[in-house]
């Protein structure tokens, strides 16, 4: 068995640390981390026992070759508050999605999932018009979304969630050969924003090009590329037919008015005064001193109606995995048996992390029988 450098670096990269961090928590040298990373040493079974404990990997990983899947995760990824996220956050998210993207590809060899299903957005269409075009194509109608995540599963976009290390990361997307997968932070717990950076990903995904690197974009491309996929979440969330009637039936000015439409719209009234602003229904003066009270009874991150507005995690991975396990095509002990033969030797919380599972779900000292009536008992 040959130990792989690469995926010593990805597990780090997973982790979050820096070649010292590493070092430092192994008790080796800094230099050693480079040399096993890139291939000039091997470690000794001291060193490979504490890099298993610390990356929370299993040993086996480090001797696996990167599976084919993994090739395919390539070209751009977007991050919401790209601007404000270090490189070290961000190859954190992308290894992660890395990952999501091998079990994705183990999982699709047992179960058919929804194949993608997006129009054919014309080169030059504005972000209102892709929104309309989409909501046409998947028979949506003009009213609001209040099942975005299971619209987009449906579609053959895989949606996950999880905690991220750090709260600038909202939400970020990435292209894996013919398929989209999207991961929103559990960081934020307010339903209504998080429905929002879900259409905003959809806004990347049906309006921009998925094979350049964004880091090499201008600040001024970049901004630009956020203004119009937040310009598509808004009109796609929020159409502006609908949205006038609503308005005008409110009279919305005062921000108890967008308090109103948020609970119907499920956007936070911040989306929504950004919304009319760029409708031109209230002018950039009305803008700008609504959104100053805004501030002033601190409705920035806490909002009338949160607790009210809830947005259903995604179920794709999860209605796969419990079928195979109800159906005993598996124990969770050969499923992860089975995705370290593919290639991708996890543990079994990491797995359930990345996807989103309920915790637990795949531990290897829970009877199948058992397992599956947690699982029932839990929904």
Request: hydrophobic share 35%; glycine share 4%; aromatic share 12%.
């Amino acid at each position: 068995m040959q130990f792989n450098g690469m995926r010593l670096r990805k597990a780090r990269y997973y982790n979050g640390l820096s070649v010292d961090e590493l070092a430092s928590k192994i008790g080796v040298k800094k230099q050693s981390i480079s040399q096993f990373e890139s291939g000039k040493i091997n470690p000794s079974t001291e060193s490979l026992w504490a890099m298993s404990r610390e990356l929370h990997f299993p040993m086996s990983y480090f001797f696996q070759n990167d599976a084919e899947s993994s090739d395919k995760v390539k070209g751009t990824t977007y991050f919401r508050s790209l601007i404000n996220t270090s490189k070290k956050y961000r190859q954190e998210q992308i290894v992660k999605m890395e990952h999501v993207a091998a079990i994705y590809s183990f999982l699709n060899t047992y179960i058919v999932f929804p194949k993608i299903n997006l129009p054919e957005i014309g080169e030059g269409a504005s972000p209102k018009e892709a929104a309309k075009i989409l909501r046409r194509y998947w028979n949506l109608g003009n009213g609001p979304i209040t099942d975005l995540i299971q619209i987009m599963e449906k579609n053959g976009i895989i949606v996950t969630t999880f905690k991220t290390t750090s709260d600038n990361i909202d939400a970020f997307s990435h292209k894996y050969d013919d398929l989209f997968i999207v991961v929103l932070s559990q960081n934020k717990s307010v339903a209504a924003r998080s429905f929002f950076d879900a259409a905003h990903e959809l806004g990347h995904i049906v309006l921009h090009d998925w094979y350049e690197d964004i880091e090499e974009l201008s600040h001024e491309d970049f901004k630009q590329r956020e203004k119009e996929a937040n310009e598509f979440a808004a009109s796609f969330l929020c159409p502006e037919e609908s949205f006038r009637i609503d308005f005008n039936a409110t009279r919305g000015n005062a921000l108890e008015s967008y308090a109103i439409l948020k609970r119907k719209w499920h956007m936070s009234i911040e989306a929504l005064l950004y919304h009319a602003n760029r409708l031109k229904l209230i002018t950039p003066s009305q803008y700008q001193y609504s959104y100053r009270v805004l501030h002033k009874k601190g409705w920035y991150r806490n909002e009338p109606y949160d607790d009210m507005i809830t947005l259903p995690p995604p179920t794709l991975f999860h209605d796969a995995i419990k079928l195979l396990l109800k159906e005993n095509i598996f124990t969770t002990i050969t499923l992860m048996q089975s995705l370290e033969d593919s290639g991708c030797a996890m543990n079994y919380d990491q797995v359930e992390m990345l996807l989103g599972l309920p915790e637990g779900m795949l531990a290897p000292d829970v009877s199948y029988t058992s397992n599956i009536l947690e699982i029932n008992r839990r929904e």
